[in-house]
Structures are given as structure tokens and as C-alpha cells.
């Protein structure tokens, strides 16, 4: 065999194996997610990480500042994902997460399972904190459990100040995008 033959063979084997390298990182080396409404804009970062049935997602908040309020000031997100497996059943989860702003601690009470995270609405602090996702069983009772691989993500929120003439709110969403677990 030529020294041409091998060199040739080389540079047609050399592309084809190379295919399934960018093919599985091309998923991974996308970017954070920004999601941006009037007033707020949230990012998640990554990564995302599983610790048995939950999923543990860091965000950050920028907010602009709410006029002043006699109510306080604060607001929620909620984060769902839903994800394929091998079974065929799609496993389904959420998660919250309720804001206090500005060193506000008002309202916010009752509510149930989620994370809670201060906010400084001053449109310039980057607000960082996560979202706890758990098995979603009120909208799917039977939901598979969540597990390392792709996913797509549902995220709304909003933030409101409250005072004696009405409500201002700044809100983000829903936004669908696709993340990894």
C-alpha cells in the first residue's frame, strides 16, 4: 500500500469519526439562557443537578426598581420540566420560588413548598439563588422520575409592589427552553 492510499483513507475515516464528538457536545457547549420581560430578566447559568428525585437549578435575577410600597414587594417564579424516558412516560417536574424585594418581608405567607430568595430591584445587582424541582404529581400523579440528560424548561415569573392605589408589576414569561439535567 502507497503512502498516498493511507493518507487518503485517513482523510476520509478522520471527518467520520469526529461526527459523533461534536454531535454530543454541540448540546452541552450551548449557553446560559437569559430570559428577559419588561423590568426582569432571568437567567439560568448551569448546571443543573440531580440529588435523587429532586433537581437543584441555579438562577439569576436583575430587576428594575418597583415604586415605593405600602403592601412590600415581592413576587414568584415557577420552573417546570418535562423530560423523555426510556419507558416512554414522560416524567414531569416544578419548582418555586418566591422573592422578597429590597429587604422586604411582607406578604409571601401560606404558601407552600419552594425556595426563597432576596431580590434588590436597583436594575443593576445580578440576584443569585436556585430553584428546587421536585416530581410534579398535581399535574402528572404517575410521573416518571427526572434523570440525568436533556429536558425542556417552562419558566414564568413576576415581581409586584403593593401599595394603597394599586399594584405595579414587572413579569418574565413563560419561555420554553431546552436545558440539561
Request: with cysteine.
Given at each position: 500500500m502507497?503512502?498516498?492510499?493511507?493518507?487518503?483513507r485517513l482523510a476520509v475515516a478522520l471527518p467520520l469519526l469526529a461526527i459523533p464528538l461534536f454531535a454530543s457536545s454541540a448540546f452541552a457547549a450551548a449557553g446560559p439562557t437569559t430570559i428577559t420581560g419588561s423590568g426582569l430578566s432571568v437567567t439560568f447559568p448551569g448546571p443543573n443537578t440531580r440529588?435523587?428525585?429532586s433537581?437543584?437549578?441555579?438562577?439569576q435575577v436583575v430587576c428594575s426598581p418597583l415604586p415605593p410600597a405600602s403592601f412590600g414587594s415581592f413576587g414568584n417564579g415557577h420552573l417546570s420540566l418535562v423530560q423523555a424516558t426510556p419507558s416512554g412516560k414522560a416524567a414531569v417536574g416544578a419548582g418555586d420560588v418566591f422573592w422578597f424585594i429590597n429587604g422586604t418581608q411582607g406578604g409571601g405567607k401560606g404558601g407552600g413548598p419552594g425556595s426563597v430568595m432576596g431580590l434588590?430591584?436597583?436594575?443593576?445587582?445580578?440576584?443569585?439563588g436556585t430553584i428546587t424541582v421536585t416530581p410534579d404529581t398535581l399535574t402528572d400523579p404517575f410521573t416518571g422520575a427526572l434523570h440525568n440528560g436533556p429536558a425542556d424548561a417552562t419558566f414564568s415569573g413576576q415581581v409586584c409592589s403593593f401599595s394603597y392605589f394599586g399594584s405595579t408589576c414587572d413579569s418574565v414569561g413563560p419561555a420554553s427552553f431546552p436545558t440539561k439535567i
Open positions: 502507497t503512502t498516498w492510499t493511507k493518507y487518503a440529588i435523587g428525585v433537581v437543584t437549578v441555579p438562577i434588590t430591584c436597583d436594575g443593576s445587582t445580578v440576584n443569585a
